[in-house]
């Protein structure tokens, strides 16, 4: 399966989240840097669940298609 170039992987995305996370957590982080890192964390944060409802949506797709699941209709 292709991949587009430079974008990190679902679990690169919430690697990334969870080191945001936990920067945050830590509470010494300055206001300003808190703020983008926030903001940064939020948008990695919506890139991965959107990546999650895309496969979510092929998984289903194929199912649909599955003979299984025509034998049970």
Request: proline fraction near 4%.
């Amino acid at each position: 399966m292709a991949k587009k170039k430079d974008q990190p992987s679902f679990e690169q995305l919430l690697a990334e989240v969870e080191q945001v996370v936990n920067s945050l957590q830590e509470g010494s982080v300055p206001l300003e840097e808190a703020l983008l890192l926030y903001e940064s964390g939020f948008d990695k944060l919506k890139n991965a669940q959107l990546r999650l409802d895309s496969a979510r949506e092929k998984l289903e797709t194929l199912k649909k298609g599955s003979p299984d699941e025509e034998a049970e209709a």
